[in-house]
């Protein structure tokens, strides 16, 4: 048993001592001193009487979810029981992962005899992994408040932080209920041929004679074909740069993560609409690859492929990448491609690949707004360093709104959106692909 004297506990021990000292001087005072000495004695004696010996504690169940969700808030359930037959306060302490840097959460609380009550804290999380937390303690003292009560509960528990999952039915649900058929926007021509085997029927003048099932005319013993319709169901690739220029963070997430959370959710979107999802990971080389699919268990498949994602943040490498892209992936497709260009003259020395990998396939090139330049753009200026900064600041945005327009004159898609509306961007930006057709 340890016992923890409380702040009360020591004022009222340095008064004690105060009115000891005024008393050798005093004989009244030292006679009073004495007196408030014993019943502070006998009240501390109670004090841990009540706490520890009269049968009562307090019973405490910390409830962790399976896993938490990066970038979003997840909560950490208690429930706690007084099993005292008297009021006590309590104060919960709770061993948070390291990472989160939290020293300082501390939960009051007055609990009622035999009563019991839920409190809840709520983490963000902003890196993917294992965050294991440790024990829960409770402190807590009677209403004389003299002593303190220590105990500890539970073991440490490990909790896998995975790409933004909470937020997946909110964005399907908005994206579902839109109407593709925008007014104002054109349909555009559909570049290549992609269809699928609906039916066999009695050929026709003006059918494709490369269409003709010759198995079946021998059977009906007449010219049968083949009929296909457009596919409906089309591939969707996530390509995810994990380079160099996505270690940048903001808000205490980096690029890479904003879009492997991106990449989970448009996927998610795009086979509750029919189309099949798939993933590319890269650096300085290939390293993920999952076939665009639309079965039952592909999210969940994607959902633990991105949560293990590594990285060294090694220059990217867009040559190897298309030859990559050419051996694996044989129709064409929509790939969604999350990198950032910081400068046009590193856009330039990719671009021949990009162009490339647009011909055979229909690229979207989704590059980050640097937010913090925006608030110093934003800023007034009221000195000469202020100024300099401002235009620093302007005369990189204009370089970011070059390289949409380069991106845009070579025929290449490109959505241009800062980290924190990055999913809803691109939701609507793969909603319009659909809806024009381009693919």
Request: proline share 4%; hydrophobic share 40%.
């Amino acid at each position: 048993m340890k016992i923890f004297p409380t702040y009360r506990f020591y004022v009222t021990g340095v008064a004690l001592i105060i009115l000891l000292f005024v008393g050798y001087y005093i004989p009244f005072v030292f006679s009073l001193t004495k007196g408030l000495t014993l019943a502070f004695l006998l009240l501390t004696l109670t004090d841990c009487i009540l706490l520890f010996w009269s049968g009562g504690r307090i019973i405490l169940d910390r409830e962790l979810p399976e896993r938490f969700s990066n970038g979003d808030q997840n909560e950490v359930v208690f429930h706690l029981i007084n099993g005292y037959n008297f009021p006590v306060q309590t104060n919960l302490i709770d061993e948070i992962p390291e990472k989160f840097q939290i020293r300082d959460l501390k939960i009051q609380m007055n609990l009622q005899p035999g009563k019991q009550v839920m409190k809840r804290y709520l983490l963000r999380p902003t890196e993917r992994g294992e965050y294991v937390f440790g024990k829960t303690n409770t402190l807590s003292t009677t209403i004389l408040g003299l002593i303190i009560r220590r105990l500890v509960f539970g073991k440490p528990q490990m909790v896998k932080v995975y790409p933004s999952f909470l937020n997946l039915h909110q964005y399907e649900l908005a994206a579902i209920s839109q109407n593709l058929r925008i007014s104002g926007q054109k349909r555009m021509r559909r570049i290549g041929q992609s269809t699928e085997f609906d039916h066999i029927k009695e050929y026709v003048l003006g059918d494709d004679p490369r269409h003709i099932n010759w198995k079946a005319s021998a059977r009906k013993t007449e010219l049968m074909v083949n009929h296909y319709i457009d596919e409906k169901s089309q591939p969707i690739y996530s390509v995810i740069d994990k380079g160099r220029p996505m270690k940048m963070p903001f808000e205490g997430m980096t690029l890479l993560d904003y879009s492997i959370n991106a990449s989970l959710v448009l996927s998610n979107i795009a086979i509750k609409k029919g189309d099949r999802a798939g993933l590319i990971t890269f650096q300085h080389k290939p390293q993920t690859f999952i076939p665009a699919q639309k079965r039952n268990l592909q999210i969940n498949y994607l959902l633990e492929t991105l949560y293990n994602q590594e990285t060294q943040f090694n220059e990217h490498d867009f040559a190897t990448l298309y030859w990559y892209i050419q051996q694996k992936v044989k129709q064409r497709s929509l790939l969604l491609m999350y990198t950032n260009f910081e400068s046009i003259y590193t856009l330039e020395r990719q671009l021949p690949y990009l162009k490339l990998i647009n011909k055979h396939h229909l690229l979207l090139l989704i590059f980050f707004r640097n937010t913090e330049l925006n608030k110093v753009i934003d800023e007034p200026t009221n000195s000469t360093i202020d100024v300099y900064n401002k235009s620093i600041a302007k005369q990189i945005e204009d370089e970011k709104q070059n390289i949409q327009s380069v991106l845009t004159h070579n025929g290449i898609l490109s959505l241009y959106t800062s980290p924190e509306n990055l999913n809803t961007n691109v939701i609507n930006k793969y909603i319009e692909i659909k809806t024009k057709r381009l693919l």
